[in-house]
Nanobody
Framework: QGKLVESGGGLVQPGSSLSLSCAASRFTLDHYAVAWFRQAPGKEREGVSCISSYGRSTYYADSVKGRFTISRDSAGNTVSLQMNSLKPEDTAVYYC????????????????????WGQGTQVTVSS
């Protein structure tokens, strides 16, 4: 059975960059919309960014627009989230999710993402 594995989290200072990866095991991500969600302590999980199947379209939450970039690799196995100019309010556990039946409009409804979820990776932005 396939799964998603996130990596790339860590502790960084404000203004720094990190690149998160969401790797698919035993399946390819080409046919799937892939979204990044995050959950900060004491807050609800929120949608951050999404890339549709075959990379036709992308979505960014207003809070990360212009700082984060989502992309797919050419092999179809990994979706990355490049995070620049990180702020303390970006501190959260970041999760990726993939679903073959969704577009990025679905990022506003977490319960729709049923096919695959990763285990999460911690991002901490602090001086």
């Amino acid at each position: 059975q396939g799964k998603l594995v996130e990596s790339g989290g860590g502790l960084v200072q404000p203004g720094s960059s990190l690149s998160l990866s969401c790797a698919a095991s035993r399946f390819t991500l080409d046919h799937y919309a892939v979204a990044w969600f995050r959950q900060a302590p004491g807050k609800e999980r929120e949608g951050v960014s999404c890339i549709s199947s075959y990379g036709r379209s992308t979505y960014y939450a207003d809070s990360v627009k212009g700082r984060f970039t989502i992309s797919r690799d050419s092999a179809g196995n990994t979706v990355s989230l490049q995070m620049n100019s990180l702020k303390p309010e970006d501190t959260a556990v970041y999760y990726c999710a993939a679903d073959v039946g969704l577009t990025c409009d679905g990022i506003h409804y977490q319960s729709l993402w049923k096919d695959y979820w990763g285990q999460g990776t911690q991002v901490t932005v602090s001086s």
